[in-house]
């Protein structure tokens, strides 16, 4: 008896690990290769400017220079969107060469977001704003050990009108250097 259980077993076993038709081939969904279009690495050719309106990109007290590029501090961004525009390339490119000539200096990245949208969301979407100037101006000459981001979300506003033009204002990447922060 025990022989007709084991030999019973066996044959459904047998059975049950019968090999199956190959299934039918799949199409696997292509793969789509894109290029960031907002971050650019090179930086465009410096301009020859005339000696009265002449700055040492290099040096610190060109941050306070109403005339030097160094003097803005803000990056907009459109809305609902983290992507640097090119229009900030020139800008970001002459902080990059400041912080690359002067390694012992720091950088805080203020990311903010306008009023609309849950106080959550604005601080998830200020964050993103940072990181993407933070790695704009790694890109450009920067070390990561100078610059830190952080996000505000809507808590420091530029603007408290409820328009789309003050709306815009408060869409930004504050950069602050040691000292002001």
């Not at 690990?17 to 292509?30: L, V």
Request: hydrophobic share 35%; glycine share 8%; aromatic share 6%.
């Amino acid at each position: 008896m025990r022989a007709l259980i084991s030999l019973s077993a066996v044959t459904l076993l047998l059975a049950a690990c019968g090999s199956q038709p190959p299934a039918p081939e799949q199409n696997p969904a292509g793969v789509e290769s894109r290029t960031p279009s907002g971050i650019q690495v090179e930086t465009p050719p410096v301009k020859e400017v005339k000696p009265e309106a002449a700055f040492d990109p290099n040096s610190i007290a060109a941050l306070k220079d109403p005339r030097s590029p160094l003097s803005k501090r803000s990056v907009y961004f459109d809305y609902d969107s983290y992507v640097v525009k090119d229009e900030f390339q020139t800008l970001l490119g002459a902080h990059g060469k400041l912080l690359a000539a002067n390694p012992r200096l720091k950088m805080l990245i203020q990311g903010n977001a306008d009023e609309r949208g849950s106080r959550e969301y604005n601080l998830a979407l200020g964050q993103k704003r940072a990181d993407a100037v933070r790695k704009a101006l790694t890109l450009l000459g920067a070390r990561e050990d100078q610059l830190e981001a952080v996000s505000l979300g809507e808590e420091k506003p530029a603007c408290s009108d409820g328009t789309e033009d003050c709306w815009g204002k408060n869409r930004r990447g504050d950069m602050l250097y040691s000292g002001e922060f």
